[in-house]
């Protein structure tokens, strides 16, 4: 029997963008109500909007900075005031900011890594997580990468956190033996997004070479993917997803000629 999202509550972080994006739509057009977030105000709440008018579900948007414990608590506190215990937590928000040798580092690139992709995803589950238990359901998706299995040159710091991601991953499930809630971490490799953009600073030229010679992952497949996750029934917990695009082989293994 499929499980259904149909009016449970789901919070995406990073809707403004990317997998979040997509993610929130998708969930929003099989009726699930969302909870978008992110630090782009205009597009969080045009967002709100759209899914509002297009699939007549219930959104609720926050335009807060996951690495803002306060911030992340305020949230959960909203939630809880209007009577509102998300089943779905979607732990997406994240980056790789620079692609460079570790003794070439920007420090303040590793803390923006750092606090966004470990602790930003350690507040949002320590805000939610409680409520769930108590209720005794729920499901917590994290968005880690293949980045998060294998390092590829230069790719350092990023890696640490997805690395961190995964052993979370992990961690979450053991701690909820005995519980009805599940977790997954859903790791994509290469997927064209703003990722690149944001890797590189704003350089766009180099960002969309990133993507040249392949069809890379599209946000909408991993939203797929997400659907699929938490459609399956209570008594099956998917706990890890790795998606490649059919060019990529692994890290190191690409079909760059234009043919796939
Ligand atoms: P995008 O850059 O398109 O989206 C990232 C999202 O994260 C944006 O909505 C952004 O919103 C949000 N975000 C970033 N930092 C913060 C913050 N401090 N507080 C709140 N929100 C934040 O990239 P993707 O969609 O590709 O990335 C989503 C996740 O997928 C990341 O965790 C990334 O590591 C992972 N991933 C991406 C892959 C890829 O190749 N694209 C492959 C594997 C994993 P805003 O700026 O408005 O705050
Ligand atoms: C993003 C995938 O290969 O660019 O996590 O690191 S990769």
Same mark, same amino acid.
């Given at each position: 029997?499929k499980g259904s999202i149909k009016g449970k509550w789901a919070v995406v972080?990073?809707?403004?963008?990317?997998?979040?994006?997509?993610t929130a739509?998708l969930l929003s057009q099989h009726g699930c109500n969302v909870?978008?977030?992110?630090?782009? +105000?205009?597009?969080?709440?045009?967002?709100?909007?759209?899914?509002?008018?297009?699939y007549?579900t219930?959104?609720?948007?926050?335009?807060?900075?996951?690495?803002?414990?306060?911030?992340?608590?305020?949230?959960?506190?909203?939630?809880?005031?209007?009577?509102?215990?998300p089943h779905v937590?979607i732990?997406?928000?994240?980056?790789? +900011?620079?692609?460079?040798?570790?003794?070439?580092?920007?420090?303040?690139?590793?803390?923006?890594?750092?606090?966004?992709?470990?602790?930003?995803?350690?507040?949002?589950?320590?805000?939610?997580?409680?409520?769930?238990?108590?209720?005794?359901k729920g499901h917590?998706i994290?968005?880690?990468?293949? +980045?998060?299995?294998?390092?590829?040159?230069?790719?350092?710091?990023?890696?640490?956190?997805?690395? %961190?991601?995964?052993?979370?991953?992990?961690?979450?499930?053991?701690?909820? %033996?005995?519980?009805? /809630?599940r977790?997954?971490? /859903?790791?994509?490799?290469?997927?064209?997004?703003?990722?690149?953009?944001?890797?590189?600073?704003?350089? +766009?030229?180099? %960002?969309?070479?990133?993507?040249?010679?392949?069809?890379?992952?599209?946000?909408?497949?991993?939203a797929?993917?997400i659907l699929y996750v938490l459609q399956t029934p209570p008594?099956?917990?998917?706990?890890?997803?790795?998606?490649?695009?059919?060019?990529?082989?692994?890290?190191?293994?690409?079909?760059?000629?234009?043919?796939?």
């Amino acid at each position: 029997m499929k499980g259904s999202i149909k009016g449970k509550w789901a919070v995406v972080t990073g809707a403004t963008s990317g997998i979040g994006k997509a993610t929130a739509c998708l969930l929003s057009q099989h009726g699930c109500n969302v909870i978008i977030t992110g630090r782009r +105000a205009e597009r969080i709440s045009a967002l709100r909007d759209e899914l509002k008018t297009q699939y007549g579900t219930e959104v609720l948007d926050y335009c807060f900075d996951v690495r803002n414990r306060q911030a992340c608590q305020m949230m959960a506190d909203d939630l809880s005031k209007r009577g509102i215990v998300p089943h779905v937590l979607i732990n997406n928000a994240g980056l790789a +900011a620079g692609k460079c040798k570790i003794y070439e580092g920007d420090t303040e690139d590793w803390e923006r890594m750092i606090d966004t992709n470990i602790k930003g995803l350690l507040y949002m589950t320590r805000c939610l997580l409680p409520a769930m238990v108590a209720q005794g359901k729920g499901h917590i998706i994290l968005i880690g990468s293949t +980045a998060g299995h294998i390092v590829y040159p230069e790719g350092n710091v990023y890696h640490a956190t997805k690395f %961190a991601v995964k052993a979370l991953n992990e961690a979450i499930n053991l701690d909820l %033996a005995g519980t009805r /809630i599940r977790c997954c971490s /859903i790791d994509p490799g290469a997927a064209e997004t703003e990722f690149s953009l944001v890797r590189f600073h704003g350089d +766009a030229e180099k %960002a969309k070479q990133v993507y040249e010679g392949y069809t890379p992952l599209k946000a909408e497949d991993i939203a797929d993917v997400i659907l699929y996750v938490l459609q399956t029934p209570p008594h099956v917990n998917i706990t890890n997803v790795v998606m490649y695009p059919t060019a990529q082989r692994s890290v190191y293994v690409w079909d760059k000629s234009g043919l796939i």
